[in-house]
């Protein structure tokens, strides 16, 4: 079986699906509000507006996807959206289905699926790197001219994190594969 | 053996809740630390010259910022009871998709919304934005405020952005507007605009702007309500809606 093979098994069923749907729209919106997260938090717990006005300004904000982002930056923010959500999806099949591995098979299973839960749990992190961190800590560090000298002006690490993010589920889509065997010494 | 389908173990049910809490703080720690790093989340400055108790108001995004006084560039009414101060940079593409959004916030709010324009030109990314605040500020100079705002119409309808405007056309959008050619080209040789813009710099600094466009909304009472990035018209509007709501 191949390793899209295995990510449409995984998503024909209707939990994962969700989950994986549930993540990329969480993934999507934090991306696009991030940049206002301090006026959007203040008017979400303020008590003078009603809960119609903060969703119709909620929503609102979600269209900047249109306007606050160039063509590449919008098309890798979707993109990291819906890797992570299969991505998220994936680590969890693979911890449920090889939930015995940790605790029964000794420490050649519980290598086997700590190693499949990293690669998962790196395609996660790196994704939040590359779309959050990296920026901010360059201009920390006093290294934010480089972003001004990097051709696509930081878009580089989003482009990085769509590539971590399919090697993560390619790895993590393999070792699913995997058969639950007992090697022979 | 371990199936796929098995027993509904305590394990099993908490597996999922657990992971997106485990992919929540991920995402939440890369979007916090981000945050800090832009230092979005230190909204403990008053504006100056703000009303006092402020502190108790729901919205409490304060921004120290230069009050507006006759000297800025106001377009709509100037005794509007919305201020919205925008710090903009003539290269930046999304400054110029805001222009379009701003000129229709202060069109359809007839008299409700004066728009503030300060310069925020960011030469790290844009070399030739600096140039251009001088070139604006040479049109005001020759052609009062409404050359300045004709200027920059004219300045976000042509050029490519991103370093993109060849500056031999300066004079020419300077013509454009019904402004000297000559005196234009004079002024633009000069530094007599560097003060004005430098001003313009240090308070959006102070303000803590961390990239253009970067708008502070005043409500008629004094409290702001920070708008970053080339937001949608709906989402200005929006805010401008809450800004007119607190008298």
Not at chain 2, 128 to 138: H, I, N, Q, T, W
Request: hydrophobic share 45%; charged share 15%; with cysteine.
């Amino acid at each position: 079986m191949g390793v899209a093979a295995t990510i449409a098994r995984v998503l024909k069923k209707p939990r994962y699906a969700l989950l994986a749907l549930a993540t990329s729209v969480c993934v999507f919106l934090l991306a696009v509000w991030a940049q206002n997260a301090m006026l959007l938090w203040d008017i979400l717990i303020s008590g003078s507006y009603r809960v119609s006005t903060k969703a119709t300004i909620f929503w609102s904000f979600a269209q900047s996807i249109t306007t606050n982002f160039s063509t590449l930056a919008a098309v890798y923010i979707i993109a990291i959206a819906i890797l992570l959500g299969i991505n998220l999806a994936l680590v969890v099949f693979y911890i449920v289905q090889r939930r015995g591995a940790f605790t029964d098979a000794g420490p050649t299973g519980s290598a086997a699926g700590i190693g499949g839960l990293v690669s998962g749990i790196l395609g996660l992190g790196c994704a939040a790197c590359g779309t959050a961190l990296v920026g901010p800590i360059l201009g920390l560090v006093g290294a934010g001219g480089l972003l001004a000298v990097l051709p696509l002006h930081g878009e580089e690490f989003g482009l990085l994190s769509i590539a971590l993010l399919l090697i993560s589920i390619y790895l993590i889509a393999k070792r699913i594969q995997s058969p639950l065997v007992c090697p022979i010494e | 053996m371990t199936t796929e389908a098995g027993e509904n173990t305590s394990f099993e049910k908490h597996i999922t809740p657990l992971a997106i809490l485990a992919a929540g703080m991920f995402i939440g720690g890369g979007l916090y630390f981000g945050l800090a790093a832009n230092g979005m989340n230190d909204q403990t400055v008053s504006q100056a010259g703000a009303p006092t108790g402020e502190n108790d108001s729901p919205i409490a995004q304060n921004v120290s910022l230069a009050s507006v006084s006759a000297e800025d560039h106001i377009r709509g009414n100037a005794d509007a009871p919305v201020k919205l101060i925008e710090f903009s940079d003539f290269e930046c593409p999304f400054c110029q998709r805001f222009h379009t959004t701003m000129q229709q916030i202060v069109e359809e709010y007839d008299g409700k919304v004066a728009w503030v324009y300060r310069h925020y030109p960011l030469v790290q990314l844009h070399q030739k934005a600096y140039r251009e605040a001088v070139a604006s500020e040479c049109a005001a100079e020759l052609g009062g405020n409404g050359a300045f705002w004709k200027f920059t119409d004219r300045i976000f309808e042509i050029t490519p952005a991103n370093d993109g405007l060849d500056h031999t056309q300066l004079p020419e959008i300077a013509a454009y507007v019904g402004v000297d050619r000559a005196a234009f080209s004079a002024c633009l040789e000069g530094d007599a605009h560097n003060a004005r813009i430098d001003r313009d710099i240090a308070d959006a600094q102070n303000a803590r702007a961390q990239g253009t466009p970067y708008s502070v909304v005043v409500a008629p009472n004094g409290k702001t309500f920070v708008i970053n990035g080339a937001q949608p018209y709906e989402a200005v509007k929006r805010i401008v809606d809450l800004a007119l709501e607190e008298s």
